[in-house]
């Protein structure tokens, strides 16, 4: 389900995911907040929210009706690491790590400070390129989906 769906097709969708037609919901944040379904036993975050609340509006789906018991799986990848530590200290608490199973090869070391200096070499005040379109005042592509082509600007 996602916001590009009509009203109508989303209510429908809702519908047969809460009556029990639909076993399994693949949503956007469309999703997240507001729908009133109780026996969702588990949720997984593809990605982080940008936002810690949204997280917490995200995996509150498993505690509604299911005595407070469900399981949520957030799937962080490596660049993701201190935007996920973010929202652990806006919860107040450390999200248990599910191991990797070794057979599946070596994962990435929980290391979000590491992280965060990575991220931090992004960031800053205004738009630091120097490549033609920048020094030109191009404006930044933008991209609406993942590995949606960016948006020609000629």
Do not use: C, W
């Not at 916001?3 to 997240?32: C, P, W, Y």
């Amino acid at each position: 389900m996602h916001s590009d769906l009509e009203q109508s097709v989303r209510e429908q969708v809702m519908k047969d995911f809460k009556n029990g037609h639909i076993d399994v919901l693949v949503a956007t944040d469309v999703v997240s907040r507001g729908i009133d379904i109780n026996d969702i036993s588990l949720v997984i975050n593809y990605d982080i929210p940008k936002d810690p609340e949204d997280y917490v509006h995200r995996i509150g789906r498993t505690a509604r009706g299911t005595d407070g018991k469900g399981l949520s799986i957030t799937l962080v990848s490596e660049k993701e690491q201190y935007d996920f530590k973010t929202i652990e200290k806006f919860l107040g608490k450390e999200v248990y790590k599910i191991p990797i199973d070794p057979s599946l090869g070596e994962a990435p070391a929980y290391e979000p400070e590491k992280n965060k200096q990575n991220k931090m070499r992004f960031r800053g005040k205004g738009n630091r390129s120097t490549s033609p379109q920048a020094k030109a005042g191009a404006p930044k592509p933008h991209f609406k989906r993942r590995n949606q082509k960016p948006q020609s600007y000629n």
